[in-house]
């Protein structure tokens, strides 16, 4: 939406908002799709959403159904979704803002159907109910008998201040991306909201932890058979390099490309840039890489770091310190992914084509670093012990 059009929607009441959003659904043939249903003869019943980043909402809930003991259900907003990341539900935003049949009947399917849901990114979970006030939502739920815990997946629980203080090239410290001032205040307050609530509460990654200390590291997960292939790293002599960013700016990309276009014109690498691929069509896109530039400026790891761990190959990466530590005491062996930065890239890959032995030797223990943290079976276990079980 325009920012005039959104700025001159927002000053129009909310039921009147609800009532012409629900009015172009029903010309355009819209109607609201009835709410996911677990299955009833298992002791616990989860509902995941409503964001889905990067396809998690939906591995955590398999990951924990592999107990038999859980039947978990997901859901994202399909705005959320634009690669197409697997997900058992999906709804249009207008739809869960605006359509208090839609809101009505989820709140009557988690009353009757669930035992516990997950609440992501601090997204209103009946969207546009109570104008998305969390507090009462969220109290409804408990007043129903559900527990309700929250996961953050980054810049949701990211308070820019920090984050720009810890990180040298952090994308809080300009507004190319964002305006750091817009962003502080929803992200505090989407704190203020965990601290109040002292719900369980977990992260995707271990860089969250500096923003929600007392949250437990949930970890992302991958299939690693999806990215496991038998093709040789860094034996063609020009080296394949990737960077498929799904957002430029905070990956760095405008950093990473002058240096990596660089030494493509030099003939030192073969630089490919990608963009919206969708992720099935990825595993093929590692396989014939040497090495996939990642993140520069999070100074975190996730799930596109973990796919090119998984499929054996080369990931360069800033991350941090912390995350490193994090990584290593839960996984048992160090995170394999040379620290890499805006400044050192050029001297990094110039290092690989040189020292290709070395290199390989740290793309062949990716897979068993996926497999020790990112499979699914550390963040079932995490989910079990400290909220559907607890």
């Known amino acids: 939406m325009h920012p005039a059009a959104e700025r001159a929607w927002k000053l129009i009441p909310k039921p009147l908002q609800d009532a012409i959003a629900s009015g172009v659904d029903r010309m355009q043939g819209v109607q609201p799709p009835p709410p996911p249903v677990p299955d009833p003869s298992k002791p616990i019943r989860l509902l995941v959403g409503p964001v889905n980043y990067a396809g998690q909402g939906y591995r955590w809930s398999r990951a ?7 039947s978990a259900r997901n859901y994202v907003h399909e705005a959320n979704n634009p690669l197409r990341y697997a997900a058992d539900y999906t709804v249009t935003w207008r739809t869960a803002e605006h359509s208090r049949a839609w809101q009505g009947a989820m709140l009557d399917a988690l009353r009757r159907d669930y035992t516990h849901v997950l609440i992501e990114a601090c997204f209103p979970i009946l969207g546009g109910m109570f104008s998305g006030d969390m507090r009462r939502q969220i109290e409804l739920l408990q007043d129903a008998g559900l527990r309700v815990g929250f996961v ?25 991306w964002v305006d750091p001032a817009l962003v502080e205040p929803v992200v505090a307050k989407n704190l203020q909201l965990i601290d109040e609530l002292q719900l369980p509460t977990f992260v995707s990654t271990a860089g969250l932890l500096l923003d929600l200390p007392d949250a437990h590291l949930l970890g992302v997960i991958i ?16 080296l394949k390099v ?29 630089y490919v840039e990608l963009r919206g691929i969708p992720n099935d069509e990825m595993p093929a896109v590692f396989a014939d890489a040497d090495v996939v530039l990642d993140q ?18 080369i990931v360069l990466a800033h991350v941090s310190d912390q995350v490193r530590d994090e990584s290593e005491r839960r996984a048992g062996v160090p995170l394999p992914i040379p620290e890499t930065t805006v400044e050192n890239l050029e001297q990094t890959l110039r290092d690989i084509a040189a020292r290709r032995e070395h290199y390989r030797s740290i793309a062949a223990q990716g897979p068993e670093f996926v497999r020790r943290l990112h499979n699914g079976d550390f963040s079932r276990e995490v989910l079990m012990r400290e909220f559907l079980e607890a």
């Open 296 to 313: 520069f400026r999070a100074g975190d790891y996730g799930v596109a770091a973990c796919e090119t761990m998984a499929a054996g190959r």
């Open 152 to 176: 953050g997946h980054g810049t949701d629980v990211r308070l820019p201040s920090r984050h720009a203080e810890l990180e040298q090239w952090s994308y809080f410290r300009d507004s190319e």
């Open 64 to 70: 924990v159904e592999s107990t038999g003991r859980v």
């Open 242 to 270: 990737v960077h498929a960013p799904t957002n430029p700016i905070p990956k760095g990309t405008t950093f990473v490309t002058p240096v990596a276009r660089k030494l493509h014109e030099e003939g030192l690498i073969e």
């Open 223 to 238: 299939d690693p058979g999806k990215w496991a292939n038998d093709v040789p790293v860094l034996q063609r002599e020009r």
